[in-house]
């Protein structure tokens, strides 16, 4: 999706505070630790943290109107709120919250036209911006989680509603579906693909809200083939390591069911691997992570009541065990979190032509991993990789991205970037192609997909 001057335009930014730190933790507290939390409306705060738990700055959410900032807060024991997401870019954080005081008594059955629920956008450089609301949506009941894929456009979801679409800015929003899931609780972009997770008969894990990053109403939410489908699991926030690898947090308490849920896929269809448990009867809400090399390390914000906890994990099996980066003081709770990794350098160029498509994750810095993978497949497919960045014409609508120096077998890829400063700045290409695929050239017969440009940072 393009966004017009005038979109660009739109990124100002009314509050600000010190930049984060690329590679730290960005966690949401809910309350300011002076009284115990109830169903009222609560101060938010987002806590900085090191990833090895030291405490860097903590940034307070408006808590009255400024200019045209509104204020913003979250129910504090509405523990489904308060969820934290980060565009695939790394220039935004987005959360849900309310338009009220702290102090509003029973804020998540405020009527929403009264007590707007608010989108509110932190910026990577500390800017605060919550002058989006939502006047006719999540009414009578909770705002769960927003996120965006560009910082102008968003998505909201909720106890009801379905998926809610709007812009910076706005007063209104509209439903991108208006059949279930309607009850979800995480809202998110990865790969340049939308997901939620639902409370809905059908939808308890993770699933797809129609193409890529839809903005018009009538579309379809189909749950990731292989996700539980009937009642039980509690799915929150979830976190893509590569596009075959997926871990959703689990906030059940029963023994072993709560936690964290490793999935992979094959073949179309995700098979749960194992559960990482903090234990026996804790989950987790809030779940981000970063895959170096293959190796992978969790965040996530457990179910503790009282005193709950921001944890990490790094994934060496199923008996991996959890450390504590920080808990939460005395009348405050951890909520959603986010691992801050700064400006993505990864761009899309459109040479596809044919039905097959790339999808990546990552986010080109050093010492990271970028992951890649082929679908819509009836060929041999195939990824190259090239340095010199010089569109050709196959035929027809088939342009080659780059010079392909390096060809690789394979419906998925990794690319490892060494933890070099030496490679700042160069530049790869990455390209898939579907040998014999059908859709694209005749002569050679293949189909290509768009051309990925990473620049390492």
């Not at 390096?406 to 490679?423: D, L």
């Not at 160069?426 to 192609?433: C, D, E, S």
Request: hydrophobic share 40%.
């Amino acid at each position: 999706m393009r966004l017009s001057p005038f979109l660009f335009s739109a990124l100002l930014a009314t509050f600000a505070s010190a930049q984060i730190t690329p590679g730290n933790l960005v966690v949401l507290r809910v309350g300011d630790g002076l009284n115990p939390l109830t169903n009222a409306a609560q101060a938010l705060f987002l806590d900085e943290y090191t990833t090895s738990g030291t405490l860097v700055q903590s940034l307070a959410l408006p808590t009255a109107p400024v200019n045209s900032n509104l204020p913003i807060t979250c129910s504090g024991t509405a523990t489904s709120e308060g969820n934290l997401q980060m565009d695939d870019n790394g220039q935004f954080f987005v959360v849900g919250g309310y338009g009220a005081a702290p102090g509003t008594t029973a804020i998540a059955g405020t009527a929403s036209a009264v007590v707007p629920r608010i989108v509110g956008r932190i910026g990577i450089d500390g800017s605060v911006d919550t002058s989006t609301s939502i006047t006719n949506a999540f009414s009578g009941t909770n705002i769960r989680s927003a996120t965006t894929s560009n910082g102008v456009e968003f998505f909201s979801v909720g106890a009801s509603g379905g998926v809610q679409y709007s812009i910076l800015g706005s007063t209104t929003s509209t439903a991108l579906n208006t059949t279930n899931p309607l009850n979800n609780r995480t809202v998110a972009t990865s790969g340049g693909q939308l997901y939620v997770t639902g409370s809905a008969q059908g939808f308890y894990g993770v699933s797809e809200v129609g193409i890529g990053i839809p903005t018009s109403p009538g579309q379809t939410v189909t749950a990731l083939n292989g996700m539980p489908l009937a009642a039980g699991p509690s799915t929150y926030d979830f976190y893509f390591a590569d596009p075959n690898t997926l871990y959703l947090a689990d906030d059940r308490a029963s023994a072993g069911a709560g936690g964290i849920h490793k999935y992979t896929q094959s073949g179309g269809l995700w098979t749960l691997q194992y559960v990482l448990n903090p234990a026996a009867t804790v989950g987790c809400r809030g779940l981000t992570g970063v895959n170096n090399g293959g190796v992978v390390t969790l965040f996530a914000t457990n179910t503790l009541n009282g005193t709950n906890e921001l944890l990490s994990i790094t994934d060496t099996g199923a008996t991996s065990t959890f450390s504590t980066v920080a808990t939460a003081a005395t009348n405050t709770a951890f909520r959603g979190v986010r691992l801050a990794f700064g400006s993505s350098s990864i761009t899309r160029i459109p040479h596809g032509c044919g039905p097959t498509t790339i999808s990546v994750a990552g986010s080109g810095a050093i010492g990271t991993t970028v992951s890649t993978s082929l679908s819509n497949l009836t060929g041999v497919p195939f990824f190259g990789y090239g340095f010199a960045l010089a569109p050709a014409p196959l035929c027809g609508s088939c342009t080659l991205g780059h010079e392909w120096a390096v060809a690789q077998f394979g419906t998925s890829s990794n690319f490892v970037i060494p933890n070099n400063p030496a490679y700042v700045g160069i530049v790869v290409g990455i390209q898939g192609a579907d040998v014999f695929g059908t859709g694209g050239c005749a002569q050679p017969p293949l189909t290509l997909t768009d051309t990925l440009v990473v620049v390492i940072h």
